[in-house]
């Protein structure tokens, strides 16, 4: 597994690099230029759910047909909207992995909501306004923690413990010390990436997307640009066509002692 860059899975990295693995590039099941037809995700009963593993989490355990997409950010509005008309109309199962200053998370709440408390859709903390975790204080990570927390609790009537995803990728002992200390106990990188933290176009990402939606991925995304919502219906067709199930992550793990509703 190769070092991915820190570009890939946020819009203005420092100059350093976070190490979570990316895969080899399979042969493409779908060509870049075809227009799939939206195929809705089959409802298939799910596994079992399985304790977490521990430590920092950047694939699915074990083998099977599982995908996790995850989209950070939601810098656009329209793309935060686009994603959720995309999940409505097809099924696709995916976690949002959210930061709170962006007002999409505000703004397109009331369509968010029925996919929320549905399970189609999972809310994950991003932080409130992505800072590098390891160039603040044990009392910083907390609290940019736990304002996002209070956030999604406020907004979405939901808690996004225990999953959080340090921006940039990047963490250390001390950040996961204090961020379990408020209840983030599940550190969350990815196995591939769709490279659109950035502006990128639509046959990129499509090519981003062939070589990372794969068995047990855990895939980052990112509500930033338009050009995803070009390629969310190829997407789906891609899922489809690797007989793959999407998943968010409380599909597949179980959690104790979650903070409930408020």
Request: hydrophobic share 40%; charged share 15%.
């Given at each position: 597994?190769?070092?991915?860059s ?5 819009t ?109 859709a ?39 413990a ?41 046959d ?59």
């Open positions: 597994m190769g070092v991915m820190a570009l890939a899975a946020c203005t990295a420092p100059a350093r690099q976070a190490t979570p693995p990316g895969s080899a590039t399979p042969t493409p099941t779908l060509t870049p230029t075809s227009t799939p037809t939206p195929t809705p995700t089959p409802v298939v009963a799910l596994p079992a759910r399985i304790a977490l593993p521990g430590g920092t989490l950047t694939g699915l355990p074990g083998e099977g047909n599982l995908l996790a997409l995850t989209v950070d950010d939601g810098a656009d509005s329209e793309v935060v909207a686009g994603y959720a008309e995309f999940m409505q109309r097809t099924g696709f199962r995916a976690t949002f992995f959210l930061n709170g200053i962006y007002d999409s998370w505000t703004e397109q709440a009331g369509v968010l909501r029925p996919l929320v408390e549905s399970g189609v999972q809310l994950a903390n991003h932080t409130f306004s992505h800072p590098d975790l390891t160039e603040l204080t044990d009392s910083e990570v907390v609290e940019e923690l736990q304002s996002n927390e209070n956030f999604i609790r406020t907004t979405y009537g939901v808690s996004g225990p999953y959080f995803r340090p921006p940039f990728g990047y963490h250390d002992d001390r950040v996961d010390a204090a961020a379990a200390s408020v209840g983030y106990t599940q550190p969350v990188l990815w196995y591939g990436s769709l490279s659109d933290s950035g502006l990128i176009t639509a990129q990402l499509r090519g981003f997307a062939d070589q990372y939606l794969l068995a047990q991925h855990i895939v980052i995304g990112h509500a930033n640009f338009p050009p995803v919502l070009e390629c969310l219906d190829y997407i789906q067709q891609l899922v489809v066509s690797r007989a793959l199930r999407t998943v968010t992550l409380d599909d597949v793990f179980e959690v104790e002692n979650r903070p409930q509703r408020p």
